[in-house]
């Protein structure tokens, strides 16, 4: 089975859109029915109220889908430097 996963990690600096790349991804998979805004404080992957105050991910973000008969794990990362050590475990 191990053959059929897939991880899609999401890496870049804060503000670059690693969060709205994520919600497009599950829309399009149909894992959600709308996309999420960060500045609506709306999305999937950044959920906690620090999150959505901050608009920004504080910790890596995990969702899981089917895609073409393969499992995904869509994994959103923390862009902000302060969090570095999050992103890199």
């Known amino acids: ?3 059929q ?4 990690v999401l890496i870049a600096h804060g503000g670059a859109g690693k969060t709205s790349l994520a919600e497009a ?3 399009q998979a149909g894992v959600i029915n ?3 805004h960060v500045e609506d404080g709306n999305t999937v992957m950044d959920f906690e109220p620090e999150e959505i105050k ?3 991910s504080i910790s890596t973000g995990l969702h899981q889908y089917v895609w073409n008969k ?3 794990n869509i994994i959103d990362t923390p862009g902000d430097q302060n969090f570095f050590a999050d992103t890199k475990s």
């Open 5 to 8: 996963l897939r991880n899609v």
């Open 54 to 56: 901050r608009q920004s």
């Open 25 to 27: 991804i599950l829309l």
């Open 70 to 72: 393969y499992v995904t």
């Open 34 to 36: 709308r996309r999420g």
């Open 1 to 3: 089975m191990i053959d």
